[in-house]
T-cell receptor, first 117, second 114 residues
Framework: GAVVSQHPSWVICKSGTSVKIECRSL??????MFWYRQFPKQSLMLMAT?????????EQGVEKDKFLINHASLTLSTLTVTSAHPEDSSFYIC?????????????FGQGTRLTVV | AQSVTQLDSQVPVFEEAPVELRCNYS??????LFWYVQYPNQGLQLLLK??????LVKGINGFEAEFNKSQTSFHLRKPSVHISDTAEYFC????????????FGTGTLLAVQP
């Protein structure tokens, strides 16, 4: 149990276009999901906390108009990178809090490699 | 400020040798501690966690870690490593409070050599 799936696993897009990344909790309901960004050979940086049915909470320095987060249901959160530019190229990872552990533990998706050309 | 420190960016070790990956966190009244492993171009897999109780925690793949409150450390150990253990290892902390977000260390690359 406790599987989180991200789609797509990789995507290449042209500069100026938008890309949507999905994060799904397959076998549990997650009221809270998190979006991270990871640069090569670096750690995960939290971008935002996504709560079902409410606006996401963005970390300092993250452009909320550029990285749109929607948590429309208890099993799905989406991250849309709007008007993507090459500097947005990165590895994006989502995670979902697992209620079976009192939300103390989060399970991670497999990540999405975004390349903007 | 809340922070997690992994002092070693890379740890080379020979196969079947023991290894310790260090993790220190900024002091707090209550913390939950985690170790994750990441293989290239993949997400994170939980190795083990400390929530409460025994300070020695055993995880998957033969890894274990010990929570040391006085030293604010949560070092990861394995008595005998395999080539397949080569990966990036991240220590993460969830600090007590309303939020359940994780703060990650910078990661340690465990490079197992034959």
């Amino acid at each position: 149990g406790a599987v989180v799936s991200q789609h797509p696993s990789w995507v290449i897009c042209k500069s100026g276009t938008s890309v949507k990344i999905e994060c799904r909790s397959l076998d549990f309901q997650a009221t809270t999901m998190f979006w991270y960004r990871q640069f090569p050979k670096q750690s995960l940086m939290l971008m935002a906390t996504s709560n079902e049915g409410s606006k996401a909470t963005y970390e300092q320095g993250v452009e909320k108009d550029k990285f749109l987060i929607n948590h429309a249901s208890l099993t799905l959160s989406t991250l849309t990178v709007t008007s993507a530019h090459p500097e947005d190229s990165s590895f994006y990872i989502c995670s979902a809090s697992y209620p079976g552990t009192g939300d103390t533990e989060a399970f991670f998706g497999q990540g999405t490699r975004l390349t903007v050309v | 400020a809340q922070s997690v420190t992994q002092l070693d960016s890379q740890v080379p070790v020979f196969e079947e040798a023991p290894v310790e990956l260090r993790c220190n966190y900024s002091s707090s009244v209550s913390v939950y501690l985690f170790w994750y492993v990441q293989y290239p171009n993949q997400g994170l897999q939980l190795l083990l966690k400390y929530l409460s109780g025994s300070t020695l925690v055993k995880g998957i793949n033969g890894f274990e870690a010990e929570f040391n409150k006085s030293q604010t450390s949560f070092h990861l150990r394995k008595p005998s490593v395999h080539i397949s253990d080569t990966a990036e290892y991240f220590c993460a902390v969830r600090y007590g409070g309303a939020t359940n977000k994780l703060i990650f260390g910078t990661g340690t690359l465990l490079a197992v050599q034959p």
